[in-house]
């Protein structure tokens, strides 16, 4: 079977096709279809959204930077049976009618992530955690079946 971190190494396909894609100025994106611009927003969520993955004998740990997101904002969840989901989404902050801007440097952002999860992944398990920004998701795996003792049958001889 192969291993979550094989599986990441050898599916992210996405990411060669990132530069051209991040490139794409968001003047030029207003001119597309919707179709066209959610594809391109999405993608540049994924490619923007960086993630430490870590494994140990009990569990999976995916580990994302999420800056100004509230917790409220922030969605992790399964889909398709086996793909962790997580997604969160920094809003521009309300301003008063009082108050202008001498100088916006930071956007809304959007954060997304889609893992395949291994067969030996406990998803009824999963818990999240967002601390100073930190998103942490773990992921327990599910114990290995105790070996089985060999059985000695007796059988009669008639």
Do not use: W
Not at 31 to 58: M, Q
């Amino acid at each position: 079977m192969e291993s979550l971190l094989e599986h990441v190494l050898h599916s992210d396909s996405l990411f060669s096709s990132r530069n051209a894609l991040m490139s794409v100025p968001d003047e030029f994106e207003k001119l597309l279809n919707p179709l066209a611009r959610s594809y391109i927003r999405d993608t540049k969520a994924i490619a923007g959204t960086a993630v430490d993955i870590k494994e140990n004998s009990k569990a999976f740990s995916f580990v994302t930077d999420m800056p100004g997101v509230k917790s409220s904002d922030i969605q992790v969840q399964i889909e398709d049976e086996n793909v962790l989901t997580i997604r969160g989404k920094r809003k521009r902050e309300a301003n008063d009618e009082d108050t202008k801007y001498i100088r916006m440097e930071r956007k809304p952002a959007k954060y997304l992530r889609k893992f395949v999860l291994p067969s030996d992944a406990n998803l009824d398990a999963i818990s999240a955690l967002c601390e100073d920004g930190v998103l942490t998701v773990t992921v327990p795996k599910v114990p290995p079946p105790e070996p089985q003792k060999p059985k000695t049958l007796v059988i009669p001889v008639n």
